[in-house]
């Protein structure tokens, strides 16, 4: 059920972090090419956030869940540009940044969560109810909406 275990992306991105440093996960040479975040919250909270990356030349999912992280097969082409998870705005901070947005959109279509995708430089919030998908563009490096 959505909204019981709302983690931001920072927290997930700290402890991927600290399992790399662990030896637990293993990031050396890791491209990271697209996030999604499911059941965001109008915090920039999400119950789950993937992460597609390249890894030896192969595709992988990154998936953080319930405090957790854990690997599985990417199941198709990642995009080429690569991430600089240093260098975007934060979920969180997008969401603060374009709060009325965000609330307005959310509220119109009657819905309490959106989902969250980074590619290519473009963050997408694709908010969504019985009877369409409404979408908002931001760029990643700015959180300035397009």
Do not use: C
């Not at 019981?4 to 402890?15: D, G, I, P």
């Not at 119950?47 to 599985?72: C, F, H, P, R, T």
């Amino acid at each position: 059920m959505p909204g019981l275990n709302q983690r931001s992306f920072e927290t997930a991105v700290n402890k991927i972090y600290i399992l790399d440093s662990e030896g637990i996960l293993d990031l050396n040479d890791v491209t990271y090419h697209q996030i999604l975040g499911r059941f965001v919250d109008v915090n920039g909270l999400a119950d789950s956030w993937m992460i597609g990356a390249g890894k030896d030349e192969q595709s992988i999912l990154l998936v953080y869940n319930s405090g957790e992280w854990n690997e599985q097969e990417w199941p198709g082409p990642l995009s080429k540009e690569t991430i600089d998870l240093e260098n975007i705005t934060l979920p969180e901070d997008l969401y603060k940044q374009n709060s009325e947005i965000i609330r307005k959109t959310l509220e119109a279509a009657n819905a309490s969560y959106s989902d969250l995708s980074l590619k290519e430089g473009i963050y997408t919030i694709s908010i969504q109810n019985t009877n369409n998908i409404a979408e908002l563009k931001f760029k990643a490096d700015s959180g300035e909406m397009i």
